[in-house]
């Protein structure tokens, strides 16, 4: 299966989550549509579920009974039995099977897939339901992920279906895309929750696989377009964006492109087991955290440079 996002507008997007009544990810209560896929692979990152542009089994060793129902009716051979009992998922072989009859034969809902084809329209159907809430609310549709803009034609369709209905349409982005796929629809969005996760090109490419230049380019582009529609979002992760050094950074470019609103993220640990369910390695370290005192210093960093700073 390729990894290559969507070219065709008929195609599906791949849609990983989709979660009703936010009230932390834009104003009022909104629906977050999670796309599945994105170019970073950063080290804390709470959705390793969102990283890869394919659907994906997950397994809870929590859940499982060691009942081995699941090997049982694979069509492809693809689960074995580990020493300790539980089963092993050949995940390569699994991308080809289109049923996933595991899933559903195991009793103990152990095994989900994370993942599934949707058109513009069937997502824009599902959230439309809440469309009272949005209304009343002054809430409306966030798109989260993965990075949402790495499917720039399932964005374009499902916008122009929201606007149709007057559906506000805000993006959560890592800012880690290609400009010429998006310019023609991105300054419709009503909002844009604006990934920079630190402001050291070596030490973003050491902690995502990517430096951040062509982040650093699009901010650029976007607040030219929007500044004030934009709040950047910092994830606050020991030892990478934790720094008074790097918030000044972050604020004076804030500054520089006349943008006014800082979101601070806390870092958690609440994606470790999902690394598990998938079979990867959560690479950050145990027992790392962030305490409130440094949020409070950091966000007073932010205020004094007349910045308003929001802290969840
Ligand atoms: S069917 Fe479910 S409970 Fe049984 S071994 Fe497979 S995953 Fe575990
Ligand atoms: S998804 Fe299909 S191939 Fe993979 S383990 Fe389940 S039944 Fe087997």
Not at 6 to 13: A, I, K, N, R, V
Not at 162 to 170: L, P, Q, R
Not at 180 to 204: A, E, N, R
Request: glycine letters at 8%.
């Amino acid at each position: 299966m390729s990894e290559t996002p969507l070219e065709d507008p008929e195609e599906q997007g791949i849609i990983f989550d989709i979660q009703d009544y936010s009230v932390h990810d834009g104003p009022g209560i909104r629906t977050l549509v999670f796309l599945k896929g994105c170019p970073l692979r950063c080290t804390w990152c709470s959705n390793p579920e969102g990283q890869l542009f394919h659907p994906e089994i997950m397994h809870s060793r929590m859940k499982c009974k060691k009942c081995m129902k699941c090997a049982s009716v694979c069509p492809k051979g693809a689960i074995s039995t580990r020493k300790d009992g539980f089963p092993r998922f050949k995940r390569r072989v699994c991308l080809t099977c289109e049923a996933k009859p595991c899933s559903v034969t195991c009793p103990q809902r152990a095994i989900r897939v994370s993942g599934q084809h949707l058109t513009p329209k069937e997502v824009y159907d599902r959230i439309k339901v809440n469309s009272l809430f949005f209304r009343n609310s002054g809430g409306g549709v966030t798109l989260s992920g993965g990075e949402p803009l790495a499917q720039p034609v399932f964005v374009r369709e499902f916008l122009k279906l929201c606007k149709t209905t007057g559906i506000s349409v805000g993006v959560e982005t890592s800012g880690h895309f290609k400009w010429s796929t998006v310019s023609d629809f991105i300054g419709d969005l009503d909002f844009y929750f604006y990934d920079i996760k630190c402001m050291d090109s070596t030490l973003h490419k050491q902690v995502t696989g990517k430096s951040n230049r062509l982040i650093l380019q699009n901010i650029a582009k976007l607040a030219s377009i929007g500044a004030s529609r934009i709040t950047v979002s910092v994830p606050i992760v020991p030892g990478v964006s934790d720094s008074e050094e790097n918030i000044l950074e972050t604020v004076n470019l804030c500054q520089k492109l006349g943008i006014t609103k800082i979101r601070l993220l806390q870092y958690h640990e609440l994606g470790r087991g999902k690394y598990e369910d998938l079979g990867r390695l959560y690479r950050m370290p145990s027992n790392q955290m962030i305490s409130k005192d440094t949020m409070s210093v950091l966000r007073k960093v932010i205020e004094k440079h007349g910045i308003e700073c929001i802290v969840l």
